[in-house]
């Protein structure tokens, strides 16, 4: 259990720090070479084309970090918790979050009693749960969105600057072991192969938000969480499912998809009473 508690902490702080280098390399390969190159006339600095795209990506951008920051700064942590509980030696190395009562959690990552919890996010290092569920599922859509636009970006960028035509799905399908077998041969550059890496990873990111975002609109839409999924509580909704949206994305709901402002008062202390079972 100690061992495992060690890989948690680790991967507590190393994923912030993934997520933070890969923000900057690909706001940095979007301005330094992607929009110069696909997009600049030689007789225009700034074109029309290269301001519209230059917006959308600073938009998809902005809003995963407002996003981000927003669900670290309300994190759904009990400022009514005086006493943390203590783990038993016997407690089981899978668990990682002990139900305790009305719809709270001890995280033992967090070591924090968390109000309405979903699970443990690694990238933001905190619980997700009533206070930063909507700001963490508006992450991961603007997350999908600026992956999947920088791989497309990306892909425009090799084709033109490299002249690798992508019309052959089997062309990105083994790109990248031809690219590594290339560049362990010398015959291409480490940039170009930096350049094939990015895309698969932005290809992963943006594949994987998307999927959270979807898992998570369920269930917010039946009123119930990822730890009760776990735990096998999902016989049926609680409440409809414009209610549990509301409850979640408030009434300002349409504000919220357009930028990364609180949209929903949510009191630490007040929260809805799921189960008086205790699961574990």
Request: aromatic fraction near 16%.
């Amino acid at each position: 259990m100690l061992f495992r508690m060690v890989k948690l902490r680790l991967l507590n702080t190393i994923a912030p720090a993934y997520f933070y280098t890969a923000t900057v390399v690909t706001f940095a390969l979007h301005f330094l070479l992607f929009m110069p190159t696909v997009f600049q006339r030689q007789d225009v600095m700034l074109n029309p084309t290269m301001v519209a795209h230059i917006a959308v990506f600073l938009f998809f951008m902005g809003n995963a970090l407002g996003n981000y920051t927003m669900t670290i700064r309300y994190p759904s942590e009990s400022a009514n918790e005086t006493v943390i509980p203590v783990c038993s030696p016997d407690c089981p190395d899978r668990i990682d979050a002990h139900y305790l009562l009305n719809g709270r959690h001890f995280c033992k990552v967090c070591k924090k009693v968390i109000l309405k919890r979903d699970h443990h996010c690694f990238f933001t290092g905190n619980c997700i749960g009533n206070r930063n569920m909507r700001y963490f599922i508006m992450f991961s859509i603007y997350t999908s969105c600026c992956c999947l636009y920088s791989l497309v970006i990306g892909v425009a960028y090799l084709t033109m600057e490299y002249s690798i035509s992508f019309e052959n799905p089997l062309t990105f399908l083994t790109l990248l072991p031809l690219t590594t077998g290339y560049f362990f041969l010398g015959l291409i550059s480490g940039l170009q192969f930096f350049l094939v890496v990015m895309l698969y990873v932005w290809l992963g990111i943006g594949l994987v938000s998307a999927g959270f975002c979807c898992q998570q609109l369920l269930l917010v839409a039946r009123g119930q969480t990822w730890c009760e999924l776990q735990k096998g509580y999902l016989s049926e909704s609680r409440g409809t499912w414009r209610a549990n949206l509301t409850d979640v994305f408030g009434s300002r709901w349409a504000l919220g998809l357009f930028l990364p402002v609180q949209t929903v008062e949510t009191v630490p202390g007040n929260w809805q009473v799921y189960h008086d079972h205790k699961h574990d």
